[in-house]
Structures are given as C-alpha cells and as structure tokens.
C-alpha cells in the first residue's frame, strides 16, 4: 500500500513564501513522475508542477517563476517551495505519485489547505 504524506501548509501573506513537502512510503517499484496539483473551490484540480525520476520538471504558467519542485530520491520526498504567493493561489494541495506497481499507478495525498491573505 503507498502512502503519501503532506506538510507545509498554512496560511500566507501575499508576497510570503511557503514550503510543502510531501513523501511517499510502502512499496513503489518505479516512480515515473511525482508533483502537486491544486483545487481552488469551485475549480477543477489543475497541475502546478511535476518531476520526473531524471530531473525533468513541468510547471503551469501561472506559477513559473515562482514556485520550484524539488525531489530527493534517496527520501522518496517531492517538495514544492512556493515563493511571491498571490490570493489566487489559495487552494488544496494534493501530492501526485504516478508509478509502475507493477503496472502504471496514479496515487494522491489527503491534501494540505494554503490560504494567501491579500
């Protein structure tokens, strides 16, 4: 059974920064990508940023700049280090694990509320 635990949520003036982390545990045969997606209310969950196990990264366009996704391999650990925070990225954050267990795997985490206060 895999696991993924968030952390690093709160609340945030605009223009702060906030760091999540997230770390996958139980058995994982092969992580393709990991990343954070967001759900604002009334919105539909959207991509903020993903990794791959090379290194490769994947932003929306409406974070690029600043925010930054990081992963340590040796942890199983993504992290998501959120800088110049808006209003508007106030949302649920949900850790994305997609992995070959043995056969593709999509697992999300419980999500972690970032509220930025204008």
């Known amino acids: 059974q895999v696991q993924l635990v968030e952390s690093g949520g709160g609340l945030v003036q605009a223009g702060g920064s906030l760091r999540l982390s997230c770390t996958a545990s139980?058995?994982?045969?092969?992580?393709?990508?990991m990343g954070w997606y967001r759900q604002a209310p009334g919105k539909q969950r959207e991509l903020v940023a993903t990794?791959?196990?090379?290194?490769?990264?994947n932003y929306a366009d409406s974070v690029k700049g600043r925010f930054t996704i990081s992963r340590d391999n040796a942890k199983n650990t993504v992290y998501l280090q959120m800088n110049s925070v808006k209003p508007e990225d106030t949302a649920v954050y949900y850790c994305?694990?997609?992995?070959?267990?043995?056969?593709?795997?999509?697992?999300w985490g419980q999500g972690t509320q970032v509220t930025v206060s204008s």
């Open positions: 990794t791959t196990s090379s290194g490769s990264t």
């Open positions: 139980g058995t994982i045969f092969g992580i393709i990508t």
């Open positions: 994305h694990l997609a992995a070959t267990n043995p056969i593709l795997s999509i697992y």
